[in-house]
């Protein structure tokens, strides 16, 4: 804030539609303009899953995530969102979409270890217990999982654009539900405070949203969801780089296991030729 006044509180439950909202209110003229209405048209069967996959994904995930730490801290919501890959190669050997290769189970491993060790030894108080925060950040994981292995199914039928605009859209739609627009009218916010919620959904939403569908679409989920392990590795750096906060011995480790499972999951496999990921439609 000008003058150095610090910005009043935003509710987390604004905070998480504002995210999404605001993004669609940016996102959905863009496309119109480009590409016209009916370019954007999806069959119903598939705006269903496209709106679900924005509820029981993004939603879902952003507020357990959000839940999570408000009943643990902010080590154990990570620890426990970041174990979705876990599931990812789970789902995809149980369908047998996937074998779950030595090396595949390894990068999984060593990417869940290495954000372990970066955001839950040192410097936050631990891993803390809280039936009601663990569960929340369990089920954010599963969230997490969902829109990977849903988003890659779809994208095999649009482009990325379109599948964010509808995700957006369906997460939108599910937050006004929840809390309608007079609600958030009653709450009074200033132009401080609508400002940061603007610039905080193009850098913490549309952007990335983007970016990872977009890499989503070249790339099958267990790639996908190891290579999301990068978030804490980022998130540590710029604080020790910006911030002047110590990188200790043992953050250090779980940054380089990081980036070893990520070299890992990338080199290719042996496989036979017909063997290709598939995923059946959310229903």
Partial sequence: ?????????????????????????????????RRGSRALAVPRGDLVRLCLLG?????????????????????????????????????????GAQRPSWRRSLAVALAVLGCTLTVGLVGSGGFHMDLLGVSAALLAAFSFALYNIGGH???????????????????????????????????????????????????????PFSCYFAGLQHLEPTRAIVASCLEPVFSIGLAAAILGELLHPVQTAGIVLVLVALVVIQLPERAAPSEEFVVEPIE
Avoid: C, E
């Fill in 1 to 33: 804030m000008p003058g150095g006044a610090p910005l009043p509180a935003i509710n987390p439950l604004i905070i998480s539609q504002s995210r999404v909202t605001l993004s669609l209110l940016v996102l959905l003229p863009v496309l119109l303009a």
């Fill in 153 to 207: 199914s779809l994208l095999a039928r649009y482009d990325h654009w379109k599948l964010l605009l509808w995700v957006l859209v369906g997460t939108t739609a599910f937050w006004i539900v929840v809390n309608p627009p007079w609600k958030i009218a009653a709450a009074h916010y200033g132009p401080g405070q609508w400002l940061f919620m603007a610039v905080f959904s193009l850098v913490s939403v549309l952007v």
């Fill in 55 to 95: 509820v029981l994904g993004v939603a879902a995930s952003n507020y357990l995530y959000y839940l999570a730490i408000q009943r643990t801290n902010v080590a154990t919501a990570i620890i426990l969102q970041y174990t979705a890959p876990v599931w990812v190669l789970i789902y995809t050997a149980v369908r």
